[in-house]
């Protein structure tokens, strides 16, 4: 934290309270309102970043806070013995929502590694002794927790823990080749993919790749899982970021991070009446998922996004605001890339990290998913203006970086 957290004894107490997984935090923060949060110093920071894609509605939003006092006052918790109408009225919503075909269920955990790992019990159960293969892609990113680490590529992540699950090959993202001769045995339970792999850099995969991915995994009766954890819940000006290439509906896809707006909790989505028969009764569970505080708040975003238009200001604001950077015409701008409010600044050199810094410094927080990647993923009800004033700010930013990167080398 640097000098900050020194005055309030906070950057102290954290090193020496938390075990170090996601090193030094940069600030320490303590409040939060629409699109802006506070550090313990009183700075104001635009928050281009909500949270990782988790903040949906900003921060202190009303439909939000007056969703969870109400069911917090009325019944936060039953156990999964019980049911509640907040998790029927959810599941209906999202099964709605992704256009699923009758037959379809919902299955609700805690965060997007939870989702996934439901999704990897379905992928084993789909493939049994006959398909012992699931297929991923490079670069992925699908969680933590083991058998989601067996499906995320990168190696630091991974080599501490291993062995994990097997069965899990990598393949090269946007390569239908290599896509059909892995199918071709007819032994491959399943293929997990990203619509757009946020944490490689914001990378969206192609249209054509994503239909070829549907009509071969059909093909060769392989399950089609789509990870929407990060590309989900409006993100992309669409409920699902799938939803924007014709003819691809997944046999699974797992949400989380925008789907509570800062309350956690994950849901798969089993499409059709075969494969949400894989899970019986008892084959899987949790305590939390599916609590009625969970279902209540994100019934609460998920009705805030659909009233207020936000889909429609996703993709107006999302477009303008990478044609905007596009327009700057800096040479140290390679390219946008993404949909609607997930996107990723390519940059010439590998100086993401540093340019992060310096933005956090001047009241900006985007973050460096690679080295050549800024990612900006905001609450969904930032204006037009409040983007407009980062990309004005970004030539500025690039230069103190590029400065402070010379200097020091
Ligand atoms: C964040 C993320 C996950 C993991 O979600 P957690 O809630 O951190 O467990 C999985 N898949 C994708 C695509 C993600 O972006």
Same mark, same amino acid.
């Given at each position: ?16 309270? *938390? ?126 927790? *083991? ?263």
């Amino acid at each position: 934290m640097s000098e900050h957290g020194t005055q309030t004894g906070y950057g102290t107490r954290y090193a020496q309270s *938390m075990i170090p997984v996601f090193g030094t935090p940069q600030r320490v923060l303590v409040r939060g309102k629409g699109v802006h949060v506070w550090d313990e110093r009183g700075t104001r920071y635009l928050d281009l970043l909500g949270g990782i894609a988790v903040n949906t509605l900003g921060h202190g939003h009303p439909s939000i806070t007056s969703a969870l006092s109400k069911q917090a006052e009325n019944l936060a918790h039953v156990s999964n013995f019980f049911a509640t109408p907040p998790q029927i009225e959810l599941a209906e919503t999202l099964l709605r929502l992704a256009q699923a075909p009758e037959g379809s269920g919902v299955f609700f955990a805690n965060s997007g590694t939870e989702a996934n790992e439901a999704a990897f019990k379905i992928a084993r159960r789909h493939g049994g002794p006959r398909r012992p293969r699931i297929l991923a892609l490079a670069d992925s990113f699908h969680g933590r927790t *083991m058998g989601a680490l067996a499906l995320t590529s990168k190696v630091a992540y991974r080599a501490p823990f291993e062995p994990l699950p097997g069965g899990v090959e990598f393949l090269p993202a946007n390569d239908e080749d290599a896509l059909a001769a892995a199918l071709a045995p007819g032994d491959v339970a399943a293929v997990f993919a990203e619509p757009i792999q946020g944490e490689a850099g914001v990378r969206p995969l192609q249209p054509a790749y994503l239909q070829a991915l549907r009509r071969l995994t059909r093909e060769h009766g392989t399950l089609l899982i789509l990870d929407e954890v990060q590309s989900g819940i409006a993100r992309t000006g669409h409920w699902f970021a799938h939803q924007a290439t014709q003819g691809v509906t997944p046999d699974v896809m797992t949400l989380a991070k925008g789907l509570g707006g800062g309350f956690p909790i994950g849901a798969l989505i089993a499409f059709g009446p075969e494969t949400r028969g894989l899970l019986t009764a008892g084959q899987h569970g949790t305590t939390f998922g599916g609590n009625p505080l969970a279902a209540a708040v994100a019934l609460a975003v998920l009705g805030t996004i659909a009233e207020d238009a936000l889909l429609e200001h996703v993709r107006t604001v999302g477009d303008a605001f990478a044609q905007a950077v596009t327009a700057l015409g800096d040479d140290r701008i390679t390219e946008v890339r993404g949909a609607g409010l997930l996107r990723g600044i390519g940059l010439s050199e590998p100086i993401a990290a540093q340019l992060a810094a310096v933005a956090l410094e001047a009241g900006f927080i985007v973050n460096a998913p690679n080295p050549t990647t800024l990612r900006i993923a905001p609450p969904l009800i930032i204006t037009a203006e409040e983007l407009a004033s980062f990309t004005a700010a970004l030539p500025g930013l690039l230069d103190t970086t590029t400065a402070s990167v010379t200097e020091g080398a």
